[in-house]
């Protein structure tokens, strides 16, 4: 059974760094075309924030995080990261990490780390 499970969310003030990290298991982590991670606000739509391909690393993000978050991945350790900086209040939500099986949708979903921007 596929597992997704995040890690690294909490409180942090504005202007503050959180790393997250999103661990798969069941599945060989290289039979993922892309990872990813959104997020959502109260009262929000999900939202897309970054995602980064399994073979050459080519990375996207949500025009919202550009400059500030980072995606990386580490296949032996079947872990992908989300490395933010200068994060603001509106930053504030739970971020879920995602990943495409090669099917061009986001098929696996974890269960979320909240994170919450102060002040």
């Known amino acids: 059974q596929v597992q997704l499970v995040e890690s690294g969310g909490g409180l942090v003030q504005a202007g503050g760094s959180l790393r997250l990290s999103c661990a798969a298991s069941?599945?060989?982590?290289?039979?993922?075309?892309?990872m990813g991670w959104f997020r959502q606000a109260p009262g929000k739509e999900r939202e897309f924030v970054a995602a980064i391909s399994r073979n050459i690393g080519i990375t996207a993000y949500g025009n919202s995080v550009k400059g500030r978050f980072t995606i990386s991945r580490d296949n032996a350790k079947n872990t992908v990261y989300l490395q933010m900086t200068s994060l603001k209040p509106e930053d504030t939500a739970v971020y879920y990490c995602?990943?495409?099986?090669?099917?061009?949708?986001?098929?696996?979903w974890g269960q979320g780390t909240q994170v919450t921007v102060s002040s």
């Open positions: 069941g599945r060989t982590f290289s039979t993922y075309a892309k």
């Open positions: 995602a990943a495409d099986p090669y099917t061009s949708r986001w098929d696996y």
